[in-house]
């Protein structure tokens, strides 16, 4: 499957985003989708997670509370909307799929994803 981000954007603090996974290539609907983040410098950590069914969802305890991540299969888009946007929030936001039986399952694990899109930039001015 080949996934493909898109939505980040240059936006103030205390605005919203929406940014979108669209996958081509498979059937979006055996795959749990990830999203991660990545500032320069640090390490490429987790945000958010939805299962195969859309009913299970992880969020990053420190966004916690600003994040909605939903998917509609049939357009196999998952597409996640970020709040009160921080300057700290800046950063290349990737999606992330891996194929799993379970239809409820979801994992916080970077290496459990097997399949990346190319990022987007969010980038948040004070």
């Known amino acids: 499957v080949q996934l493909q981000a898109s939505g980040g954007g240059l936006v103030q603090a205390g605005g919203s985003l929406r940014l979108s996974c669209r996958a081509s290539?498979?059937?979006?609907?055996?795959?749990?989708v990830g999203w991660f983040r990545q500032a320069p410098g640090k390490e490429r950590e987790f945000v958010a997670a939805i299962s195969r069914s859309g009913f299970f969802k992880s969020y990053a305890d420190s966004m916690r509370g600003r994040l909605t991540i939903s998917r509609d299969n049939a357009k196999n888009t998952v597409t996640l909307q970020i709040n009160s946007l921080k300057p700290e929030d800046t950063a290349v936001y990737y999606c992330?799929?891996?194929?799993?039986?379970?239809?409820?399952?979801?994992?916080?694990?970077?290496?459990?994803?097997?399949?990346w899109g190319q990022g987007t930039q969010v980038t948040v001015s004070s």
């Open positions: 992330a799929a891996d194929q799993v039986t379970d239809t409820d399952y979801v994992d916080r694990g970077r290496s459990v994803y097997d399949f």
């Open positions: 290539g498979g059937f979006y609907s055996t795959y749990m």
